[in-house]
């Protein structure tokens, strides 16, 4: 199985997670799911009353640089640990 594929079978393992999952761990996935499928932040940051979508950016912005792959597979990683933890 190929980074690509296996991305895509933890993303969907993902949606999985309890909601017990605590907000940073999911801003971290939302991060690395972002800049593995889109690249480098390509939007302006949201206004400081929109609190929601500034952290989902803020967590985003915090992985600006990493290659796609790279992001790939940190996002597996993080996915299999809090699937572990949950267990």
Same mark, same amino acid.
Do not use: C
């Given at each position: 199985? !190929?980074?690509?594929?296996?991305f895509? +079978?933890?993303?969907?393992k %993902? ?9 940073e761990? #999911?801003?971290?996935?939302? /991060?690395?799911?972002?800049? @593995?499928?889109? /690249? ?6 949201? !206004?400081?009353?929109?609190? *929601?979508? *500034? ?5 985003? #912005? %915090?992985? +600006? /640089?990493?290659? #796609?792959?790279? %992001?790939? !597979? ?5 996915? #299999?640990q809090?699937?572990? @933890? %949950? @267990?």
């Amino acid at each position: 199985m !190929g980074l690509k594929e296996e991305f895509e +079978e933890h993303a969907e393992k %993902a949606k999985t997670l309890p909601e017990s999952t605590s907000n940073e761990s #999911k801003l971290i996935l939302y /991060g690395l799911y972002k800049q @593995a499928t889109v /690249g480098d932040v390509n939007t302006s940051r949201p !206004g400081m009353f929109n609190m *929601r979508d *500034r952290a989902k950016w803020d967590a985003w #912005k %915090a992985v +600006e /640089g990493k290659s #796609k792959e790279e %992001a790939m !597979g940190d996002y597996i990683t993080k996915v #299999k640990q809090l699937l572990e @933890a %949950a @267990a």
